[in-house]
C-alpha cells in the first residue's frame, strides 16, 4: 500500500527560508515543523512554494519523507506577496505536472488558496488561513480597504470550496463565522506547535550571553518581519519607559532581530522608520539590533534573554511565542488575537496593550526587577509547551482531520 501524501501549498512562504527575511515568518516556521512531524508519523510530505532564484535548489530535503519544491513564475528574484497574484495560474499549472489526484491539498494563506483553487477538484482539501485580511483591515484603521478587496474575495471563495479549514484558534474560529460566513462544520482548530526538543532552556545562562556578545544585564529580546503591524516601534519606545521605572536605573539590554540585506521597498521603509526612532529616542548602548538570525543561532538567544515580548498590534497566533516559552523564557504578549488562548496573564506571561506604552513598560519594568518572580513564570511557560503544543501531538490531529474529511456532518 502506497503513503499518503500531503501536498503543502505556500506560493510566497518558503518553509526553509530563514524568520525575518522577506516574506518568511510564522507561517513557514508552521509548514516545516508540520510536515516534518507529519513525515516522522509515515507521511509523505511536498511542499510547493516560489522559486526566488537565489541559489536554493530545486528541491530541497526538509527530514526524510518531507521535501521542499521550488516553481518558478513570474519575474525572477524576490516578489512581494501583494504582487504574486498575476504569477499564481502560472504556480497552478506548474504544480498541477506533479499531481496524480490522490493526494491531500493543504493550502496555506490566500495564495495559496488561490492555487489549490486552480487545481483540479482535490477530493481532500484543508485550508489554513495564517491570517484573514477582514481582521487585518479591521485591526489597521489607517489601512485602504480597496487594498485587501482582492484578497478578501479570494479567502470569502476558498473558505466557501476547500473541504475542511485548520484556525489556529477559537478567536480565528469566531471569525471565520463572523466576518466570512464559513461553515462552522468544517472548520477544527488546532494550535501551531513548536519542537520542544530543539527549543530547551539554556544550561547556563550567563555563559551563552557572554557568547552571544550581550551584557550580563537582563536581556529583553524580540525577532519577526519588518512589518509595521509586529510594533517593534512600540518595543521601543516602551523599552525607554521600562528603562526609567527600573530602580536606580538598573541597566538593560533590548535586542531586535530583523532585517536582512535585500529588503524590499517595504521592509527598508520600516528600518528607516524604526532606525530614526530609536535615535530621537536616544535609546544608544541599551539597544542592539541585530540581522536576521540563523536557525541555529534562534534557540540560542531565546535561551540568553531574561524576557520576550511580541509586542504585535494584532497577533493571529505567534509561533515565536511558544518558541520563548519552550526555552523557559518569559513572554509578553499582545492581547490581540491569539496569545491570550496560550497565556494566563501573570502565570505562564503576561498580556498587554502594546498601544499603551506606560502599561507596556510597567509590565517589563515588574519582570526586569524581579528574577524570582521570572524564574517560576519561565518554568510554567515551559510546561505549558510540554503538556499542549508538540507537534507529534498536533500532527496525529491532523491526520485525524485529513482521515475524516468526508465524513464530517455538515
Known amino acids: 500500500m502506497s503513503r499518503q ?15 525575518g527575511e522577506p516574506d518568511v515568518g510564522g507561517q513557514c516556521v508552521y509548514i516545516r515543523e508540520l510536515s516534518i512531524a507529519l513525515a516522522a508519523q509515515g507521511t509523505q510530505v511536498l511542499a510547493f512554494t516560489r522559486d526566488r532564484s537565489d541559489g536554493k535548489p530545486k528541491r530541497e530535503q526538509m527530514a526524510p ?87 478578501i474575495a479570494i479567502e470569502t471563495d476558498i473558505l466557501q470550496r476547500c473541504n475542511a479549514i485548520i484556525a489556529s484558534t477559537g478567536l480565528e474560529e469566531q471569525d471565520l463565522v463572523d466576518l466570512y460566513g464559513t461553515n462552522e462544520a468544517k472548520i477544527a482548530v488546532i494550535p501551531p506547535g513548536v519542537d520542544a526538543n530543539y527549543f530547551h532552556p539554556p544550561s547556563d545562562k550567563e555563559s551563552l550571553k557572554k557568547e552571544l556578545g550581550l551584557s550580563v544585564d537582563p536581556v529583553v ?27 536606580h536605573g538598573s541597566p538593560v539590554q533590548f535586542v531586535l532581530s530583523a532585517g536582512t540585506s535585500n529588503e524590499n521597498g517595504h521592509e527598508a521603509k520600516e528600518r528607516e522608520r524604526l532606525q530614526q526612532l530609536s535615535k530621537s529616542l ?33 497577533e493571529l497566533f505567534g509561533i515565536v511565542m511558544l518558541e520563548a516559552m519552550a526555552c523557559g523564557v518569559p513572554v ?79
Open 282 to 314: 536616544q535609546l544608544g548602548d541599551s539597544f542592539i539590533w541585530r540581522p536576521v538570525l540563523p536557525k541555529s543561532d534562534i534557540p540560542r538567544y531565546y535561551g540568553a534573554s531574561d524576557l520576550f515580548v511580541m509586542p504585535s498590534r494584532y
Open 5 to 19: 501524501t500531503v501536498v503543502m501549498i505556500t506560493p510566497h512562504g518558503d518553509p526553509l527560508g530563514r524568520i
Open 332 to 410: 509578553i504578549a499582545t492581547k490581540f488575537g491569539g496569545p491570550p488562548e496560550v497565556i494566563v496573564d501573570g502565570q505562564n506571561g503576561r498580556l498587554v496593550d502594546p498601544t499603551d506604552i506606560p502599561s507596556f513598560a510597567a509590565a517589563m519594568a515588574e519582570l526586569l526587577e524581579d528574577p524570582g518572580r521570572r524564574m517560576r513564570m519561565g518554568e510554567i511557560a515551559r510546561e505549558t509547551i510540554e503538556s499542549k503544543y508538540s507537534w507529534e501531538t498536533l500532527a496525529r490531529r491532523h491526520l485525524l482531520l485529513y482521515a475524516n474529511i468526508g465524513n464530517r456532518k455538515r
Open 221 to 247: 529580546f524580540t525577532l519577526g518581519r519588518l512589518d509595521p503591524r509586529k510594533g517593534f516601534d512600540l518595543y521601543l519606545r516602551a523599552a525607554v519607559q521600562a528603562r526609567h521605572q527600573l530602580n
Open 65 to 151: 519523507g518531507a521535501d521542499v519544491i521550488r516553481i518558478q513564475c513570474g519575474p525572477r528574484g524576490f516578489l512581494p506577496k501583494e504582487e504574486i497574484l498575476p504569477h499564481l495560474g502560472e504556480f497552478a499549472a506548474a504544480l498541477s505536472t506533479y499531481l496524480s489526484g490522490n493526494e491531500i491539498i493543504s493550502s496555506h494563506f490566500w495564495d495559496g488558496g488561490y492555487v489549490a483553487g486552480r487545481l483540479k477538484k482535490p477530493e481532500k482539501w484543508v485550508h489554513t488561513s495564517h491570517s484573514l485580511g477582514k481582521r487585518k483591515l479591521a485591526s489597521l484603521p489607517d489601512a485602504d480597504p480597496a487594498q485587501y478587496k482582492d484578497r
